[in-house]
């Protein structure tokens, strides 16, 4: 097949970029022709495609940056043209959409659709259900907006300011689930959580399926019980839905060491709640080859977020790696646990649960060549391919007149 695959940013930034990657790689890997789409950043892979990619908006500029970014959320003229360019010369036969509000805009599945190529969609966030992204109010989780999308303009949730929000409304308003839908074949949700999210948002049942990601980085070794270290670890972006602290908080109240891998905007503050206890350690950035032996030698790790976690890679990194998982009990999380005997859950946000169950993580003995086997049978790259696959199939052999009575 000819594949064109689409996300806003082309390298590691984060999940959903990470996830993008791989699918490009394993595609590419099992002898189809993949062209990528992206905006031009400087931060980016090289990439032959390149010469296809919008330029680079900055909505954190300037009063004249962020009137050219705004322009991006609508109807961009420079990414219709590259995009149309784009497939007049690749002639694909799927459109792989990812990430693309804001810096790309879903103008592309419009294009696509229009040129007569089926469109797969991938969700990597809330953006299609709350203009927001993150379905978060103050800190907790929030669904006012899956049915009534005026409620960014309410409670200001773009960074407090309202135009902002009164922006992120228009852009809703203009890009609804009725003309996604109309130029989407198929959205793909990372979990079941996804899915049910967009079905009561209304989206058709028909249109949306569960394909969980896979591990998107070659796993090493699994260690044994001798290999591991009287550790636990934290790995992500240390931010305010992450949860890190309340995870800090319940650290804090036991003698457990904990190692937090990550950065970002809480670092600061994290660095001063840990200040004068020794058990806790703050190590900051890893690349995967380092980060792949952190997780592989602690004794699990935990995911403590507070907000609608979409799926968590991470979970399923660790996993391969034979480490179980102590989970918060909230959005995709469940799903990322192979079975009960990988890991357990606790009440998200609650200090005093998730000490108990930190407890109990070190209390307990898990089989880690068990939870490897588990994680490759459910999440290898093989069964994700597959998934793909089918789908693809399924659409491209589908006739439209069919499809559209679906």
């Known amino acids: 097949m000819r594949i064109v695959v689409a996300n806003k940013f082309y390298y590691n930034r984060g999940g959903d970029c990470t996830a993008t990657i791989a699918t490009e790689r394993i595609l590419k890997e099992h002898g189809h022709e993949v062209a990528i789409f992206a905006m031009d950043y400087p931060d980016n892979f090289d990439s032959p495609w390149r010469k296809y990619f919008p330029p680079e908006v900055d909505f954190g500029g300037g009063v004249k940056d962020k009137l050219l970014a705004a322009r991006r959320l609508f109807a961009p003229s420079d990414v219709s043209k590259a995009f149309s360019r784009l497939l007049d010369d690749f002639r694909p036969d799927i459109v792989h959409l990812n990430n693309i509000h804001s810096y790309i805009s879903p103008v592309v599945a419009g294009i696509a659709h229009d040129h007569g190529i089926k469109v797969v969609w991938t969700m990597h966030d809330y953006k299609l259900v709350c203009p927001a992204y993150l379905c978060l109010r103050d800190g907790r989780e929030c669904t006012e907006c899956v049915t009534n999308p005026a409620g960014v303009l309410r409670h200001r949730c773009m960074k407090g300011s309202l135009v902002q929000s009164i922006s992120a409304w228009l852009e809703a308003a203009y890009w609804n689930k009725h003309r996604l839908a109309s130029m989407t074949d198929c959205f793909v949700a990372p979990s079941e959580f996804v899915r049910r999210m967009m079905l009561r948002a209304g989206f058709d049942a028909a249109q949306v399926v569960t394909i969980p990601h896979c591990v998107p980085r070659k796993s090493s070794e699994v260690y044994g019980d001798d290999d591991r270290s009287d550790y636990y670890c934290y790995v992500g972006r240390l931010s305010q839905e992450k949860g890190v602290e309340t995870l800090v908080k319940a650290a804090k109240s036991m003698e ?124 290898s790259e093989g069964i994700y391919y597959d998934n793909l696959m089918g789908l693809y199939d399924r659409l491209l052999r589908v006739p439209d007149n069919v499809q559209d009575k679906q």
Not at 346 to 374: H, P, Q, T
């Open 256 to 379: 457990h060491r904990l190692v937090i891998v990550g950065d970002g905007p809480l670092r600061g503050k994290i660095e001063k709640m840990v200040a004068g206890s020794p058990h806790i350690e703050l190590v900051g950035y890893k690349g995967w080859d380092e980060l792949a032996v952190i997780m592989g030698r602690a004794r699990f790790i935990v995911m403590p977020s507070e907000w609608y976690e979409v799926f968590g890679l991470v979970n399923i990194e660790a996993e391969m790696l034979g480490t179980p998982v102590l989970g918060a009990n909230i959005g995709g999380i469940p799903d990322t646990l192979a079975d009960r005997q990988c890991g357990m859950l606790f009440e998200s946000g609650d200090v005093d649960d998730l000490a108990i169950k930190v407890e109990s993580m070190f209390s307990n003995r898990f089989d880690y060549e068990y939870i490897a086997a588990k994680a490759r049978a459910k999440f």
